[in-house]
């Protein structure tokens, strides 16, 4: 790949290279025993998926431990041999691992730059793809709030490209991508449908929402329980290799290897992982011991297993230090290295040395694994116990006293590494899509995130460090996760009397939050545009920039620290939301997608992806986390969790686009939708149900609004006129008519007597419901969307602003 352009792409595009990730899960699975895998070559549905040209999709479906992973590693290297075989009409292949324990494998964004990753890497020409995007866009196209929507369209694009082979597309452990699986699922089921060139192979644990996603793909089922005649005989040859290699070390005789063979095979409940990891801890005992009593001892089942597996940790002499290990190993976020784990632990008396380290690891390896110093867990059904079955063992002190243990640790080891200019690049501005990591990383402890707590140890580092932690940050593509942690720090200490200190601190940070394209830019940015009296100006007066001869005169009135530019959305946004809580904010675009934003940071938490056209309006459930959202082609009200990022309800009934929705503040299961179809329905979420129709408008409805009690309910049409309803009954109690302009917002004066509405014209009318006379018209010179009243009644808030309404 000699364009330099087409390697810093691919480069960008790289969380982790899946033919390494596939070596070494081999490797930490004690190698890949293709015998035992051969019997899924003679399988019909595995056949007929191969042969078959509108067989698209197989999915290999079975329970924890049953080896579907080194299953799917082996049909791997069988698709390889026709992938490299050089031949005209060899095909290409793709494939994934996902893990859930990995940041960087356990979401759908991972899971299509590795595949487009694999297949650019074959067929550097299908790059092309990516870079039309990439060449404008840089890095942030792939990592952004966006990015799963640009990684979507890029894989489509390139599968449809004629220039690529029949490919072969694998993901093992689809369970395990644990953000966006529906997102990968609907994907995957759609394009198997579309694209006969490409033929999808799929493995996961037995869920139901995979299940669901798959019901309407054309697909193949293969189900290891429903195989168990082939699985019981690939096991029985699992077993006799597992012990033949024991048989080499130990010396078994023929009678004990037979022995072992039938306990080993009559337990195993039909778990490669069980065989495994009983071999694995046999081969510890010494040979002269009676093998055949110690056998005995290992329990059926795999979480019978890990129970006696951990009750022997326990059992040690050092069953504090392993149950510590193993409880800072579950919680990270990544997999972690020998000496980063070092850095965690605390001995209290200074003697813990990597001889005794790597001692207590060992103990602990029937649950964790090491590979090039990196720990990682034996499988996700071990990690999967840890935080499960044994959290009452494992964290004894409660989950996030281990979190605290991480934080206070890091900041004993980070205030040691952090200065000005880590990099040493020694050039301002210098763009961090450019950096290149040394080697050793000085902020590889760093990539470690723990929640902040009070502490004069916290006050210290922030006085002293808080501008390199922020460089640190910046050059970790962190920033928004640094202000998060600063946020949640103020609100613990928001009763001390050191919180205006850190209340300062926030105010620094906060509106700053988005990702940094320049190295040294928090040096002039935070310290040459903060006010005078700023503490962190203060602090690192000695860090502002020489160069800057002239600096900006910015004075503690005119600052406003809080100001935050949200972008994300691909299109027009149309409609914005609040949560009840204040913490998040929705937005909806003609992109077709709903963002939930994080206000504390910027940060685009999560994006719904609704619909492939328009989306217009928004309501979050009072009191909750549901998400309600209307204005789609298909005319529908969608409910969202966004919790789980789960649909919850359709509601259908309309004739045409809904442009406006409004709950009854008296009722939270009573939702009103307007539309262009003139009506406006009232709608009962707890049965799905559409209790009234009102019919009367001759134009589109534009706007909706419930009176303060809900008895009342206002819109306001194209037609020119205002109704005024009785949601339960259907009646009409007013019609509000006498300007010739149309309304384009509404709202109820708090005590209910009044109705406030904006006009196309620019004007506002202000309406008597008592008589439905129009008491006042002010002409505002702009067009509003959005009306509402403070609690007292004194201020009108607009799109535009706030002032006091006419009396």
């Known amino acids: 790949m000699a364009d330099p352009h087409n390697r810093s792409c691919l480069k960008a595009l790289q969380t982790t290279d899946p033919r390494e990730d596939k070596e070494r899960i081999e490797k930490s699975n004690g190698g890949l025993f293709r015998d035992s895998c051969l019997w899924i070559l003679d399988n019909f549905e595995f056949k007929q998926w191969r042969s078959h040209p509108k067989s698209n999709l197989l999915w290999i479906k079975g329970d924890p431990g049953k080896g579907k992973t080194m299953l799917l590693s082996s049909i791997i290297n069988e698709l390889s041999s026709t992938a490299d075989s050089g031949r005209q009409e060899a095909c290409t292949l793709s494939y994934f691992f996902c893990q859930a324990s990995d940041l960087r494998t356990n979401n759908a964004g991972a899971v299509l730059r590795g595949l487009i990753y694999m297949l650019a890497d074959r067929q550097p020409v299908l790059l092309s793809h990516a870079r039309k995007r990439y060449d404008h866009v840089g890095d942030q ?72 996603g798959f019901t309407m793909a054309q697909k193949l089922e293969l189900s290891l329980e429903l195989n168990d005649k082939f699985i019981s005989t690939a096991l029985g040859i699992y077993v006799q290799h597992k012990v033949a290699e024991l048989a080499i070390v130990k010396g078994y005789t023929e009678d004990m290897q037979a022995a072992i063979h039938h306990y080993l095979y009559s337990n195993a409940s039909s778990s490669f992982l069980w065989v495994a990891l009983v071999c694995q801890d046999l081969a510890k005992i010494p040979t002269q011991s009676n093998i055949l009593l110690n056998l005995t001892e290992f329990p059926a089942r795999l979480d019978a297993l890990y129970t006696y597996m951990l009750d022997q940790i326990c059992g040690s002499d050092m069953a504090k230090l392993c149950l510590h290990i193993l409880a800072i190993t579950s919680v990270v976020y990544r997999p972690i290295t020998v000496d980063e784990l070092s850095s965690f632990i605390d001995m209290h008396d200074g003697t813990l040395d990597e001889k005794t380290l790597m001692q207590a690891i060992g103990l602990c390896s029937s649950f964790l694994t090491i590979q090039e110093r990196t720990i990682l867990f034996i499988h ?277 686009t809904i442009r406006a929705i409004e709950f009854s503040p008296s009722n939270n299961d009573l939702l009103a939708s307007g539309s262009w179809d003139h009506t406006v329905r009232i709608w009962d979420l707890a049965t799905s149900s559409c209790l009234q129709t009102l019919q009367g408008h001759d134009g589109d409805v534009c706007t909706i609004a419930f009176s303060p009690d809900g008895v009342r309910l206002a819109s306001g049409s194209s037609d020119r006129t205002i109704k005024v309803w009785d949601p339960v009954n259907g009646f009409c109690l007013h019609t509000l008519y006498r300007h010739n302009v149309a309304s384009t917002a509404i709202t109820f004066t708090p005590d209910g007597s009044k109705l406030v509405s904006a006009l196309s014209n620019d004007g506002v009318a202000i309406w008597d419901l008592a008589t439905g006379q129009c008491l006042h018209t002010v002409f505002v010179g702009t067009p509003l969307r959005k009306l509402t009243f403070d609690v007292t009644g004194s201020f009108l808030h607009t799109d535009r602003g706030s002032s006091d309404p006419p009396s």
């Open 141 to 212: 196209l792939f990592t952004d709030s966006n990015s799963l929507e640009a990684l979507s369209k890029i894989f489509s694009a390139i599968i449809q490209d004629r220039r690529l082979n029949d490919t072969y597309v694998v993901i093992d452990a689809l369970d395990e991508c644990i953000r966006d699986r529906e997102f990968l699922t609907d994907l995957i089921a759609q394009l198997s449908a579309t694209n006969s060139k490409i033929k999808w192979l799929v493995s996961s644990r037995n869920l139901p929402s995979i299940e669901e």
């Open 380 to 656: 996700q059904s071990a990690k999967d116990f840890l935080i499960g079955n044994a959290t009452n063992t494992v964290f004894a002190f409660g989950m996030e006293h281990i979190h605290y243990v991480i934080f206070s640790q890091s900041l004993q080891v980070l205030p040691k590494t952090l200065r000005r200019d880590i990099y040493g690049l020694d050039a301002p501005g210098f763009p961090i899509d450019q950096i290149k990591q040394p080697d050793p990383d000085p902020l590889a402890a760093a990539r470690q995130h723990g929640d902040l707590h009070d502490g004069g140890t916290v006050d210290t580092f922030l006085r002293t460090k808080y501008l390199y932690w922020l460089e640190s940050l910046s050059l970790l593509n962190s920033l928004p996760e640094g202000a998060l942690s600063i946020s949640k720090l103020q609100h613990l200490l928001q009763e001390k009397a050191n919180a205006p200190y850190f209340l300062e601190t926030q105010s620094n940070t906060h509106g700053k939050a988005n990702k940094s394209q320049l190295a040294d830019l928090v040096y002039t940015s935070a310290l040459v545009f903060s006010p005078p009296d700023s503490l962190i100006k203060n602090l690192f007066t000695h860090e502002e920039p020489r160069w800057i001869v002239t600096k900006p005169n910015v004075d503690d009135e005119g600052w406003i620290p809080g100001v935050q530019t949200l972008k994300g959305h691909g299109e027009q946004v149309y409609s914005m939301v609040f949560s009840p809580d204040g913490v998040w904010l929705a937005s909806v675009s003609v992109d077709g997608t709903v963002q939930i934003w994080n206000l504390e940071t910027g940060h685009c938490q999560q994006t719904l992806h609704v619909h492939r056209d328009s989306v217009y309006s928004v309501a979050f459930l009072p009191n909750s986390n549901t998400l309600i959202i209307s204005g789609m082609e298909d005319n529908s009200i969608q409910v969202w969790d966004t919790v789980t990022n789960q649909m919850l309800q359709t509601l259908k009934g309309h004739g045409d």
